[in-house]
């Protein structure tokens, strides 16, 4: 079955940089694009990056555009995002989540990243 | 990129059917049938519901239908049950090849 399992999650301090990893198994990760996504406390969802199956295309939200990269590792089966210059605003549990016809099919159970001093 | 517009929260009894909206703009969901849905239980990871605008994947029960007119799109859920009782987000493709999601409806089942 399809899993995803994100990690890397942690308490960081604003201004520095943090990578979440996502690791996929139970189907062909280098044949399917990806996304990241998250979630404030109490409040609703946000996507914020997609990268194409062979990493070619990215695209990014408006909020995390110029600090976010969204990077894949096909061989290991693994997305990334590394995260620079954190603001307390990004404090979330960030998903990964596979794209099917355009939609975020599967999701991970989240890692959570708090920014703060 | 602003969030599509959903009602804040809805509300129904067991066995009647509620309708929520998701209104967007000519940019994303009038532009594409790309509009998915998700339900979220507390504590839970997303769950897609409808996808492509009218489709289900494969375990989702048809009381759960999508539909579309102009800019805003609705997900219909019939036959309310208890366990339908979560916050549901709808999701659109845009013409920026980006992803934008709704502000999320809580559905209570009276």
């Known amino acids: 079955q399809v899993q995803l399992v994100e990690s890397g999650g942690a308490v960081v301090q604003p201004e520095r940089s943090l990578r979440l990893s996502c690791v996929g198994s139970?189907?062909?990760?280098?044949?399917?694009?990806m996304h990241w996504g998250r979630q404030a406390p109490g409040k609703g969802l946000e996507w914020i990056a997609f990268?194409?199956?062979?990493?070619?295309?990215?695209y990014y939200s408006d909020s995390v555009k110029g600090r976010f990269t969204i990077s894949r590792e096909n061989s290991a089966n693994t997305l990334f995002l590394q995260m620079n210059s954190l603001r307390p605003e990004d404090t979330a549990i960030y998903y990964c989540a596979r794209d099917d016809v355009y939609s975020l099919n599967y999701w991970g159970p989240g890692t959570l990243v708090t920014v703060s001093s | 990129q602003s969030a599509l517009t959903q009602p804040a929260s809805v509300s129904g009894s067991p066995g009647q059917s509620i309708t929520i909206s998701c209104t967007g703009t000519k940019s994303d969901v009038g532009a594409y049938n790309y509009v998915s849905w998700y339900q979220q239980h507390p504590g839970k990871a997303p769950k897609l519901l409808i996808y492509?605008?009218?489709n289900r994947p494969s375990g989702v029960p048809d009381r759960f239908s999508g539909s579309k007119s102009g800019n805003t799109a609705s997900l219909t859920i019939s036959g309310l049950q208890a366990e339908d009782e979560a916050d549901y987000y709808c999701?659109?493709?845009?013409?920026?090849?980006?992803?934008?999601f709704g502000g999320g409806t809580k559905l209570a089942v009276l």
């Open positions: 492509e605008l009218t």
């Open positions: 999701c659109s493709f845009t013409t920026a090849n980006t992803r934008v």
């Open positions: 139970g189907f062909s990760f280098r044949s399917y694009a």
């Open positions: 990268i194409s199956y062979d990493g070619r295309e990215k």
